[in-house]
T-cell receptor
Framework: DTAVSQTPKYLVTQMGNDKSIKCEQNLGHDTMYWYKQDSKKFLKIMFSYNNKELIINETVPNRFSPKSPDKAHLNLHINSLELGDSAVYFC???????????????FGEGSWLTVV | AQTVTQSQPEMSVQEAETVTLSCTYDTSESDYYLFWYKQPPSRQMILVIRQEAYKQQNATENRFSVNFQKAAKSFSLKISDSQLGDAAMYFCAFGSSNTGKLIFGQGTTLQVKP
């Protein structure tokens, strides 16, 4: 049973298109995240949600819009895709946002987005 | 702002030998967590070991152990009896108790030679 699952795993699309990546966790966690890993393998947080509420919004272009329909799901929608959006996007989850119960973050397998 | 620095872009070790990966961080927080994640070529992020800043005892997980020096803000990972399957990129990460987000280092690519 996959704890944090995201779909699709691979996505190749043209510039200007709109695409979504879906994420689901079955760990009962309250907090979910999106991280981006660029071509140099540098990992950086984009967003986090706690119980469907946005709590972290790093300096990410407005073309990226996260949506959390419930605390087990966090989707990422990207409008008007650009070449620079090519990256691996990781969904992740943790028990809570503050570390009072350990704050270990569990990652999904990543979604490889290639914009051509 | 917190920063995490891994000064070794690449390391290599002979199978069955021991290797240490370095990590330093900077923060003004007193309560935080430190992690080492392993990323094989599949790109999956696998938690290797975790250390709570309030604990003086170094964390250990089988062949993996850390040397946590809070005053020096240093958090190195020691891999004993290295195996071919240990070959991967290793990321050190700082976990803020205030925000919950992870700040990652640049990563160290570990090669294990047979």
């Amino acid at each position: 049973d996959t704890a944090v699952s995201q779909t699709p795993k691979y996505l190749v699309t043209q510039m200007g298109n709109d695409k979504s990546i879906k994420c689901e966790q079955n760990l009962g966690h309250d907090t979910m995240y999106w991280y981006k890993q660029d071509s140099k393998k540098f990992l950086k947080i984009m967003f986090s949600y706690n119980n469907k509420e946005l709590i972290i919004n790093e300096t990410v272009p407005n073309r990226f819009s996260p949506k959390s329909p419930d605390k087990a799901h966090l989707n990422l929608h990207i409008n008007s895709l650009e070449l620079g959006d090519s990256a691996v996007y990781f969904c992740a989850s943790s028990q809570d946002k503050t570390g009072t119960v350990g704050n270990t973050i569990y990652f999904g397998e990543g979604s490889w987005l290639t914009v051509v | 702002a917190q920063t995490v620095t891994q000064s070794q872009p690449e390391m290599s070790v002979q199978e069955a030998e021991t290797v240490t990966l370095s990590c330093t961080y900077d923060t003004s927080e007193s309560d935080y967590y430190l992690f080492w994640y392993k990323q094989p070529p599949s790109r999956q992020m696998i938690l290797v070991i975790r250390q709570e800043a309030y604990k003086q005892q170094n964390a250990t997980e089988n062949r993996f152990s850390v040397n946590f020096q809070k005053a020096a803000k240093s958090f190195s990972l020691k891999i004993s009896d290295s195996q071919l399957g240990d070959a991967a990129m290793y990321f050190c990460a700082f976990g803020s108790s205030n925000t919950g987000k992870l700040i990652f280092g640049q990563g160290t690519t570990l090669q294990v030679k047979p």
